[in-house]
């Protein structure tokens, strides 16, 4: 088998230097089935759509970078494991949440190689990707895994990947990416995972076509009403709320274990280093709010990203 994986990963090489090749925000992407996939991401999706065997019981976590994932990730575990762990002594208090719950392309299949803690993430497995819908590996498609996907307008989403970008160590020629030139990109849809329009649109029909697989999500009515979102995404997963429960208050403990303030406070979300190099912990918790672009954004700008949006989404249903 270990051979079988050598020669996919040598065949992976192969392809990966064929692909269309472009830079945003500082960070060389490769352009996979529409997909635009950051170089630390192309050759581990491949790998993860060729080889993955979901399970009924996995958990997929979809979402474009920067639009609740890390929050998502801390939510959908506690959810999950609340029959082990307490608000007390969960590991969200002393592990990152992207340590907790890994990337598929990123982690799991790091470079193109099945990685060995696949083998070993409890039950049930919740994994996070950022592969678009039509991309996804046949077996979570064919199998009772649930997909969770979070949405953010796309405003903030920009806002929030360009500060993103800003404090990733070891960029290109070290510099903040412009912002002007990452606008244009990410408009394009030539930013990492992108375009944004396909990202978000693959699986708002699939929550739509599928409401029982695919659980569709906002981060905006999340920041209006955490109770009433996080109590829809346990009865999604299997693990609704008991009365019991509710009447002790745990929907509000969970909520509050994982919202932005007490996340961004522990110990082990402000180190500014962590398990990956590039990235330091606490670039995960910037400001956490709804309508930040409007300080970066210039009016026109933001005018012509709405209008884009507007444009791109037609029809959808989804209004930004
Ligand atoms: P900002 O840059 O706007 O602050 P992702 O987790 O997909 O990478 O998205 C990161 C964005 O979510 C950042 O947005 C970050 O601050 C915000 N975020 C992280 N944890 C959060 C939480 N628990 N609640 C709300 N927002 C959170």
Redesign the pocket.
């Known amino acids: 088998e270990e051979d079988d994986h050598e020669e996919l990963k040598n065949k992976i090489d192969k392809l990966v230097i064929t692909l269309p090749k472009d830079e945003s925000f500082g960070v060389v992407n490769y352009k996979y089935q529409g997909i635009w996939f950051p170089f630390t991401a192309i050759r581990g999706a491949i790998a993860f759509q060729k080889l993955f065997k979901a399970q009924d019981s996995d958990i997929i976590l979809a979402?474009l970078?920067?639009?609740?994932?890390?929050?998502l990730k801390?939510l959908i575990f506690s959810v999950v494991n609340r029959s082990r762990y307490t608000t007390k002594n969960t590991p969200l208090l002393t592990t990152h949440p992207h340590d907790l719950v890994c990337s598929a392309e990123i982690n799991h299949y790091r470079d193109g190689l099945p990685q060995h803690h696949l083998l070993h993430i409890s039950q049930p497995r919740i994994f996070a990707v950022h592969t678009h819908h039509a991309s996804l590996p046949h077996s979570v498609l064919d199998s009772n895994c649930k997909i969770v996907y979070v949405c953010r307008n796309p405003m903030?989403n920009f806002?929030?990947a360009w500060?993103?970008a800003c404090s990733i160590k070891g960029k290109i020629g070290e510099s903040p990416p412009l912002v002007d030139e990452s606008f244009r990109k990410y408009c394009e849809g030539a930013a990492s995972f992108g375009p944004f329009w396909e990202n978000v649109l693959g699986y708002w029909k699939a929550s739509i076509e599928n409401p029982k697989k695919v659980l569709f999500m906002m981060y905006e009515d999340m920041k209006e009403d955490i109770v009433s979102e996080l109590k829809r995404l346990a009865t999604f997963l299997g693990f609704p709320f008991t009365e019991e429960e509710e009447a002790q208050g745990l929907v509000e403990e969970i909520s509050s274990l994982?919202?932005?303030e007490n996340?961004k406070n522990l110990k082990v979300n402000q180190n500014d280093s962590g398990s990956n190099p590039r990235v330091p912990p606490n670039a995960?918790?910037?400001?956490?709010?709804v309508g930040?672009y409007t300080h970066l954004l210039t009016p026109s700008m933001a005018e012509y990203l709405k209008k884009l949006a507007d444009d791109k989404f037609a029809g959808s249903g989804l209004v930004f």
Request: proline share 4%; net charge positive.
């Open positions: 979402s970078p920067k639009s609740g994932t890390t929050w801390a903030d806002v929030s500060h993103f994982c919202s932005f996340l995960f918790f910037r400001n956490g709010k930040d």
